[in-house]
């Protein structure tokens, strides 16, 4: 009996060696980037609706700063890589239950995230900028007094602006829209005095409307963006993490935000 149960303990022991070692590869580390490499892609889950970071333009293909940054960085790891479009609701479970590989899509770096994946490098600085018209007398907060302003409701813009309580009490009204580009037509049209909205959104527009907006020096402050990647994904991580360094050190991040923002976004301000 005691023989027995000596056997059963130890190939118990040896079943917990084995499948313990199968996420692990032969150095130790875990198997992420192996498998990567096996599969030849890694997929990307994105909203497709989010200008310039992930959307679809006139043909029906997926574009943006987000798409060329993440092809750039799948063609320095040697892999080619996927856009699977899923819903933002649900895009951590989708994470987690494997259906896509990466989270890339102007994905804002939060402690409250950080409790359930993890996240690559910062790649990029977004702010809650201020969107006035070009012939507007607003040049700084000080000067939204008295104005009616424009934000997306629920959006980093409404919280940036009511953590702010001295220029939110100064406002006169502020009006919510389901989404940026209404507020801004609504301030195109004069409808509105100035647009609170994220930075890579706002000088997107601005970029396709010259001589239509003005964006102030003054903000609502910053956040970081990353890419968000399963915790146990360590070597798939790293070798990521090195794409993004080299994609900026070399310029190359520069001439993609160039072309989807008429300028260097990237730096940090």
Known sequence: MKKRIVFLTTLIFLVGIIFSG??????????????????????????????????????????????????????????????????????????????????????????????????????????QIIVARKDSNIKTKKDLSGKVVGLQLGSSSEIALNSDSSTKKSIKEVKKYSNNTEALLDLKEARIDAVVVDEVVGRYYASKKAGVYSILNDNFGKEDYGVGIRKNDISFKNKLNAALDSIKKDGTEKKISEKWFGQDVTSEK
């Open 22 to 127: 199968c996420g692990q590869s032969k150095n130790g580390s875990d198997s992420s980037w192996n498998d990567i490499k096996q599969k030849g892609e890694f997929v990307v889950g994105l909203d497709d609706s989010f200008p310039p970071m992930g959307f679809r333009d006139t043909k029906g293909n997926i574009v943006g700063f987000d798409i060329d940054m993440a092809k750039e960085a799948a063609k320095r790891m040697g892999v080619k890589v996927k856009f699977k479009p899923v819903d933002w609701d649900g895009v951590t479970l989708s994470l987690k239950n494997k259906d896509i590989d990466v989270i890339w899509n102007g994905l804002t770096i939060t402690d409250k995230r950080k409790q359930q994946i993890a996240f690559s490098n910062v790649y990029l600085q977004n702010r």
